[in-house]
């Protein structure tokens, strides 16, 4: 089957020349298909929310902005080796390359310099950022151990609702040969709704589970039971 001259090899059609002899712009390509969890906000959390909270305007309904995942490590000051395993399991987990923090100021109690490594952070938006909260809500957090729901008291007051994970063991793409040791994750959602009844709404249609009023979360480790001494 013959080319197109003006199609370029990956398919995406190149510049052409006008009649006036000046090259018009290249075509976009398509856009990529939209995740399962987005087709799912678009189809049935919407319509959801709408009849909830009454809105007039579609732009009115809450969406996500982004997603930001920070790791702190303090043990880099000591330790250069566990920047780069933190960075890789970072990746692993998000599908994108973090960042490094450095300290902007210096402590001497933790022996610490300005400057120095002290933690990692990824933003995510767009299609990743809704396929990591898929992968989030559906497959890691239900590996975690008792778990019971996500703590619903920890939004901000302005819509955005952020998430503390003891282990990045909970994800399936982490394999626990390959990790050092366990390290916690800060996940932070922020959306564009004005109060917290909102945007807990809004992740509970897409799939967030949030434990129950008056339920305390269960600790990673359970406590031996008390033995009685015979007499």
Do not use: C
Not at 80 to 94: E, Q, Y
Not at 164 to 193: C, H, K, M, N, W
């Amino acid at each position: 089957m013959a080319r197109n001259p003006r199609e370029s090899e990956n398919g995406t059609q190149s510049a052409e020349p006008s009649q006036n002899g000046q090259t018009k712009p290249a075509r976009p390509a398509p856009p990529a298909e939209k995740s399962r969890l987005h087709q799912r906000y678009e189809r049935d959390v919407v319509p959801a929310l709408v009849r909830d909270f009454n809105y007039q305007n579609p732009m009115q309904v809450p969406r996500l902005s982004k997603v930001s995942v920070n790791v702190g490590v303090g043990e880099a000051i000591a330790n250069a080796k566990a920047l780069d395993a933190t960075v890789r399991d970072v990746s692993i987990i998000t599908g994108q390359k973090p960042i490094v923090k450095k300290a902007r100021k210096s402590i001497a109690q933790f022996k610490l310099r300005e400057g120095q490594n002290v933690g990692v952070m990824v933003t995510l938006r767009g299609e990743r950022m809704w396929e990591f909260l898929d992968r989030l809500m559906n497959a890691a957090l239900p590996r975690t151990r008792d778990f019971r729901g996500v703590p619903s008291r920890s939004f901000d007051g302005r819509g955005n609702f952020t998430l503390g994970l003891r282990e990045q063991l909970i994800f399936p793409e982490i394999s626990y040969d390959q990790v050092d040791r366990a390290r916690g994750l800060e996940v932070s959602i922020i959306t564009t709704a004005s109060t917290d009844q909102e945007a807990r709404r809004l992740l509970e249609l897409l799939g967030m589970p949030f434990q129950r009023e008056g339920e305390a979360t269960p600790a990673v480790t359970a406590r031996r039971p008390a033995t009685r001494r015979r007499r």
